[in-house]
C-alpha cells in the first residue's frame, strides 16, 4: 500500500476527488489525461506534486518518498516554504521578467543571481527562477508571479501538447500553453485567461528560436 508515488497519488484522487480523475483534475486544474497517467506510471511533473501538496495540506516528503505523514502538520508547513539564500542552496533567481530581459541573463555567463531559492521540488539542474509579467495565464499564474523555468531543446512539434511553456522568437517572449495547429508548420498559443483580451494564436514554428519548460510558480514572497 502506497510503496510507491503513483500509488500515493491514487491514495490523494481516492481521498479529495472520490476517486475520479475528472473530479480531482478540476480541483488542482491540470487536466484529467494528466491524472490518469500519473496514477499509471508516468512520472509526475514537479509542477503536479507542488499543486497537490499546496491544494491539500499534503506533506510533500511523504508525496516523493512514503515517508511520514500524508498530512502536513503546521510547523511541517512551514519548513517547506521557500526560502532565499546567498549559499547556492536551490537553484538561481534572476530578478528579471521572462516577457523582457530573460535572454540577457541566461546568455550572459558572468551574470551572478541576486540569490538562490531554496525550493524542493525544483532544486532541479538547469532550472532558472525569474518573474513573469502579464495577465494572459490567470488564474494559473498571476501577474509578479515567479516561475521555475528550464531550457528544453525537443523541437516543439514533438513536445507534449498542453502543457505550458515560455516561447522565445526575436520580437517578444511569451508564456503560453501550446498545441499543434492544423496548419502545417504551426504551432497554436493558448492563454489561460479566458477574457476576450486575450486569444489564441497561431505562429510558425520557424519564427520561435527557444522553448522553455514552465515547471511551477510560486507568489512573490520577499
Known amino acids: 500500500m502506497n510503496k510507491t508515488i503513483f500509488d500515493r497519488i491514487s491514495t490523494i484522487v481516492e481521498k479529495f476527488g472520490n476517486g475520479k480523475n475528472t473530479v480531482f483534475a478540476s480541483l488542482i486544474g491540470v487536466s484529467e489525461a494528466n491524472v490518469r497517467n500519473y496514477k499509471n506510471g508516468v512520472m509526475p511533473k514537479a509542477d503536479f506534486l507542488e499543486k497537490i501538496a499546496r491544494s491539500f495540506d499534503i506533506n510533500i516528503n511523504w508525496l516523493l518518498t512514503g515517508e511520514g505523514n500524508m498530512l502536513s502538520s503546521e510547523s511541517e508547513k512551514e519548513e517547506k516554504l521557500p526560502s532565499v539564500n546567498q549559499t547556492y542552496e536551490g537553484t538561481p533567481y534572476f530578478n528579471v521578467d521572462f516577457i523582457g530581459g530573460f535572454d540577457i541573463i541566461v546568455n550572459d555567463q558572468t551574470r551572478n543571481p541576486d540569490f538562490y531559492i531554496n525550493y524542493p521540488p525544483y532544486n532541479q539542474e538547469g532550472v532558472v527562477w525569474c518573474n513573469l509579467t502579464g495577465h494572459s495565464m490567470e ?53 489561460s485567461n479566458k477574457s476576450e483580451e486575450f486569444c489564441e494564436q497561431e505562429i510558425p514554428i520557424s519564427m520561435i528560436i527557444r522553448v522553455y519548460a514552465v515547471l511551477g510558480s510560486i507568489r512573490k514572497f520577499f
Open 139 to 191: 488564474p494559473e499564474i498571476s501577474n509578479g508571479d515567479i516561475i521555475a523555468l528550464r531550457e528544453v531543446t525537443t523541437p516543439i512539434q514533438y513536445l507534449p501538447a498542453g502543457e505550458i511553456y515560455g516561447i522565445v522568437t526575436e520580437e517578444y517572449r511569451t508564456v503560453k500553453r501550446i498545441r499543434l495547429s492544423q496548419k502545417e508548420g504551426f504551432v497554436r498559443l493558448i492563454p
